[in-house]
């Protein structure tokens, strides 16, 4: 028998795990709404006219395959440091942000959990309850303990922001929060500015050092700027902060794995000495990080047409995710006009939060070959208006 015999299944992943359920179902009126990548309203995969412009630009300068320096592509770095906290940021302009290109936003989470691992032994991570689910995996993998903070208030179906502030008030002073900067996933809710602030006190106060996952900047509300408020807040009142981001939902990259981890400092040095040892770290992870990717979005940010058609691309899928949302909002309260269906309008980014119990989940895939994750969730980026009717029919159908 094999040497490894006893290595025990894998359970599936919660969330691609149901992309195979939904390949596998011969059902004609199937529907994902699982993942969260972005579909046309044909349903299918988009890849921006952005992209495939940079591409051919790329093409056309006949640019080598040889390896990026281990902390990336200089062009990118400068792009995405920008991205995120704005073209004048004194943080950028003082040299205090160590930016290192990673695998898209897990690469850049996981080469932070490692530094955390190896820079800040036995510091807990507060992470929401509930958040991605590759967030305990990731953590987890890399030995860092974890803890739940509270976040979601079933009833209201909104933040609890009273037990969050609790939680993180009594977590032992400079711990770790996992933030989502904008559009948190699952759930769809966000903190208010005014919340924010007080988040950011908080943090202060308590010594935490907060670290923003950005994987949705632009797709919340369709603007950059607006989307990038959280972590520029944090910054702007003398935080250090790390910050994960990623690049496949707003130029719709999945696959090609374009994403930084930023690491703002209160000096200079530090940086220095902490972008040195994050390129120690990912030396041995994956070397450097792949070409491809990260120079599409450097042509898109570093050239003002293509920024331009990038944004406006963006806007577009937002405000498509935000249609639909309207659409199922509309014809749910037409159903079942005795709910308040209000909070499908309320969330942001792609996802609803919709309460189905995992049994009510099971009814919708079962039954109506609705495809999603147990937790709830729904992709609204998985959903056409042509769609909305079936779906509608399907929750009610669930839930009553
Ligand atoms: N964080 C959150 C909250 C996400 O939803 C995602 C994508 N589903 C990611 C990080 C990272 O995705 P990727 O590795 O494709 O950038």
Redesign the pocket.
């Known amino acids: 028998g094999s040497r490894l015999a006893g290595v025990e299944m894998a359970p599936p992943d919660p969330?691609l795990g149901v992309s195979e359920a939904f390949k596998a179902s011969k059902d004609p009126n199937k529907l994902n709404l699982g993942?969260?990548a972005y579909r046309t309203e044909e349903l299918q995969p988009l890849v921006l006219e952005v992209v495939k412009k940079a591409e051919q630009k790329m093409l056309a300068a006949g640019y080598n395959k040889e390896y990026l320096p281990i902390e990336g592509l200089d062009a990118f770095r400068q792009a995405t440091v920008q991205l995120l906290l704005g073209s004048d940021s004194a943080a950028v302009k003082e040299g205090r942000v160590a930016v290192l290109q990673a695998?898209?936003?897990?690469?850049?989470?996981r080469v932070g959990a490692a530094f955390i691992a190896r820079f800040m032994k036995g510091t807990t991570v507060y992470i929401s309850n509930p958040?991605?689910g590759?967030?305990r995996n990731i953590f987890g993998d890399e030995g860092v303990e974890w803890k739940y903070y509270r976040y979601f208030d079933p009833d209201t179906v909104g933040l609890d922001f009273k037990g969050m502030v609790e939680d993180l008030t009594a977590a032992p002073d400079g711990s770790i929060v996992l933030l989502?900067g904008c559009a948190?996933?699952p759930t769809g809710v966000d903190p208010t500015p005014q919340q924010w602030q007080e988040i950011a006190d908080l943090c202060k106060a308590k010594g935490h050092m907060p670290f923003f996952?950005v994987?949705?900047q632009g797709f919340a509300t369709g603007d950059l700027d607006k989307d990038a408020f959280a972590p520029r807040l944090f910054v702007d009142n003398g935080l250090e902060v790390m910050v994960?981001q990623?690049?496949?939902?707003n130029l719709g990259l999945?696959g090609e794995?374009?994403?930084a981890l930023n690491v703002v400092l209160s000096d200079a040095d530090a940086a220095k000495s902490v972008l040195s040892q994050l390129k120690r770290l990912a030396r041995a992870i994956w070397s450097n990080p792949p070409t491809h990717g990260a120079r599409i979005a450097a042509e898109v940010v570093g050239d003002a047409d293509m920024f331009e058609l990038w944004k406006s691309e963006m806007a577009g899928m937002a405000g498509r995710i935000a249609k639909v949302r309207g659409e199922l909002q509309a014809a749910l309260e037409s159903r079942c006009p005795d709910r308040d269906w209000s909070f499908i309008t309320k969330q942001i980014g792609?996802f609803s939060f919709t309460g189905m119990t995992p049994q009510q989940v099971d009814n919708m895939t079962n039954k109506h070959a609705v495809f999603m994750t147990r937790d709830g969730r729904i992709s609204l980026a998985g959903l056409s208006s042509s769609k909305v009717a079936y779906l509608a029919d399907a929750i009610v159908d669930s839930v009553r």
Do not use: F, Q
Not at 103 to 109: A, D, E, K, N, R
Not at 246 to 249: H, L
């Open positions: 969330i993942v969260g695998l898209s936003g897990t690469g850049s989470l958040t991605w590759n967030h989502h948190h996933n996952d994987a949705y994960a990623s690049y496949s939902k999945y794995r374009v994403g792609m």
